[in-house]
C-alpha cells in the first residue's frame, strides 16, 4: 500500500523550504543502520514523527538569514516541540541554521564562515534555550557556559568548549568541514543521485561513521563503544557494500548491534550530519528532486 507521499507540496513554497524539507526527508527515508526509517522506529520515535518534523521546522528557514541562527534554532525546536513533543531534530537544526543564513547569492564553502564569525551571546541565549525545550540525550554538565547558565560568550565560541566531545559543536568551531568538504563531496561524487539516493546516502551515513566515531554514542555508552561502531561501519564498506554477500551481513549485523541496549547507540549525529550534507548538495545544485515514494 502507498503511503501518503512525503515531498507533497510545503505550505511555505521557498527554495530554502523545500532544501531543507527533502534534506530531511531523504535522511529519515533511507534504511540507515540503527535509525528510525519506514520500516524501524524506536520506543518513542517513529518514522511519521520525523517527516511531520520535517513539515515543521521547513518553513522557519525560509528568514534565516534575516532573523539569524539562534532565533531560527529556537523557533525551529518550538515548532517541532510542538507537533511530535520531543527531540526529532535538534542536530540537524543546529547544523542547517549556519548554511541557511548564507546569503543566496554566495556559495556554503564561501559564506558559512562569515555567518560563524557573526554569531552573538544572543544566538548563544537562543540556542541554550532550544537545547533545554529538546532535551537531547548524554548533555551532561559542562565546566564552563554550560546550557542552564546564562552565556557569557557568542555561539562559536560556546561551540568551541564542546568541540572535542560534541561533532555538531567542531562543525561551528572549524567551519563545517564534514558537511561541506567530505559529505558534500562524497555526494558530488555520486553517479545519478536522483536513481539512487537510497544506497547513496547509506554509503554516506557508514562512511562518516567509519570515519569518526558518533559523539552521541560516545556520550550516552562511552567511547569504547562509540569506536566500535565506527570500526564495524568501516568492515562494512571494505567487505563492498552493497555489492557482496558478506557485506550485508555484516551491515545488518551493524544495524542489530547499534538498536540494542535500548536504541542508546543510535549513531544520531552522524545522521544529523548526513541530513547536513544533503541539505548543502541540494542548496548548491548538485542534484535535482529524487523520487521518495515510499512503499
Known amino acids: 500500500m502507498d503511503r501518503k507521499h512525503p515531498l507533497a507540496k510545503s505550505p511555505v513554497d521557498n527554495e530554502l523550504t523545500h532544501a531543507v524539507r527533502l534534506a530531511c526527508v531523504l535522511e529519515a527515508t533511507a534504511r540507515k543502520p540503527g535509525n528510525v526509517h519506514p520500516d524501524a522506529s524506536f520506543d518513542d520515535l517513529t518514522y511519521d514523527d520525523f517527516i511531520r518534523s520535517a513539515d515543521a521546522i521547513?518553513?522557519?528557514?525560509?528568514?534565516?538569514?534575516?532573523?539569524?541562527?539562534?532565533?531560527?534554532?529556537?523557533e525551529a525546536v518550538r515548532r517541532t516541540h510542538a507537533v511530535v513533543g520531543r527531540n526529532t531534530n535538534l542536530g540537524i537544526v543546529l547544523l542547517i541554521a549556519p548554511l541557511a543564513a548564507v546569503p543566496r547569492e554566495r556559495s556554503l564553502i564561501d559564506g558559512a564562515q562569515d555567518v560563524l564569525d557573526r554569531l552573538t551571546i544572543e544566538d548563544t541565549r537562543d540556542v541554550y534555550a532550544a537545547i533545554r525545550l529538546a532535551q537531547p540525550g548524554g548533555?551532561?554538565?559542562a565546566a564552563a557556559e554550560d546550557i542552564d547558565t546564562e552565556p557569557s560568550v557568542t555561539l562559536q565560541a560556546a561551540m568551541r568548549l564542546a568541540a572535542d566531545r560534541d561533532a555538531i559543536a567542531a562543525e561551528y568551531t572549524h567551519g563545517f568541514p564534514l558537511t561541506l568538504g567530505f559529505g558534500l563531496a562524497q555526494l558530488r561524487a555520486t553517479p545519478e543521485f536522483e536513481n539512487n539516493w537510497?544506497?547513496?546516502?547509506?554509503?554516506l551515513h557508514l562512511?562518516?561513521?567509519?570515519?569518526?566515531p558518533d559523539t552521541l554514542i560516545a556520550r550516552k555508552r562511552g567511547m569504547d563503544e562509540a569506536i566500535q561502531s565506527?570500526?564495524?561501519?568501516?568492515?562494512?564498506?571494505d567487505a563492498g557494500w552493497p555489492n557482496s554477500r558478506r557485506a550485508r551481513d555484516l551491515i545488518e549485523?551493524?544495524?542489530?548491534?547499534l538498536r540494542a541496549v535500548g536504541n542508546q547507540r543510535n549513531p544520531g549525529t552522524t545522521a544529523d550530519l548526513v541530513a547536513a550534507s544533503v541539505f548543502a548538495a541540494i542548496r548548491e545544485g548538485v542534484f535535482t528532486t529524487p523520487d521518495v515514494r515510499i512503499r
Open 58 to 74: 521547513a518553513p522557519v528557514f525560509a528568514d534565516a538569514a534575516r532573523n539569524g541562527v539562534g532565533e531560527t534554532v529556537l
Open 139 to 141: 548533555m551532561g554538565e
Open 207 to 212: 562512511s562518516l561513521m567509519a570515519r569518526q
Open 253 to 257: 549485523d551493524l544495524d542489530v548491534w
Open 198 to 203: 537510497r544506497t547513496s546516502i547509506v554509503r
Open 230 to 237: 565506527s570500526s564495524m561501519a568501516r568492515d562494512v564498506l
